[in-house]
């Protein structure tokens, strides 16, 4: 593994106690980094946090957030600056799938609540962590912002309308998120992975999942670790001139 220095930097990473979450969290804390895991599951953020044990003892916390909740994420922002003083990284990792179905056919409080918890929340993220960016380095500001978003948001996969629509509306938050910040020192890139082997498959339909897979030219899923090695590298000093930009890692599916 290469070691992409992350040395004495503050990330915060949403839903980081599983899936591709706790790939980027162990990624960040091999790189140096210091990590607050922001995560609706408390349980499973314990659970995370108890795993890794005193191998990271202090430098790994976690929080319970409902990410789409304003005054939760101020909350959580508050409490990260006031515990590490600072906060130089944001992943916004945390989504759902919000199952399978054709448009006419999903329910629309699942519609919803998928566009919520992927788009809404990372909005929400953006708009509380922002600004303590912005007054790092003595108000020079500072920041590395890194979206997970998805080969649907560019694409639209059939069954999955709700998904794919908060995939893509991530992808045109992260395009004019990063052009507002491009003179700031804080740079916003959005990851566009295939589809990964994840918890989250218990929410889709086998069809489905063949699907995706024999879109990929490679042949197979793109390992957690592997998007966890992309976004170490955006969340890095290493990555200086690319803000505003969707960097794909679909085995070769991708188009453009």
Known sequence: MNRVDLEGRVAVVTGGAQGIGLAITERFLASGAQVVIWDIDQGKTNETLAAFGRSHAGRVSGQCVEL???????????RTLADAGRIDIL????????GNGTTWELDPAVWRRTIEVNL???????????PAMMKASGGKGYGRIVNIASVAGKEGNPNASHYSASKAGVIALTKSLGKELATKGILVNAIAPAVARTAMFAQMKQEHIDYMLGKIPMGRFVGVDEIAAMAAWLASEDCSFSTAAVFDITGGRSTY
Request: net charge negative; aromatic share 4%.
């Open 91 to 98: 992943v916004n990792n945390a989504g759902i799938t919000g």
């Open 68 to 78: 789409t909740d304003d005054a939760a994420v101020a909350s959580a922002t508050a």
């Open 120 to 130: 809404i929340g990372p909005y929400l993220t953006c708009r509380h962590v922002v």
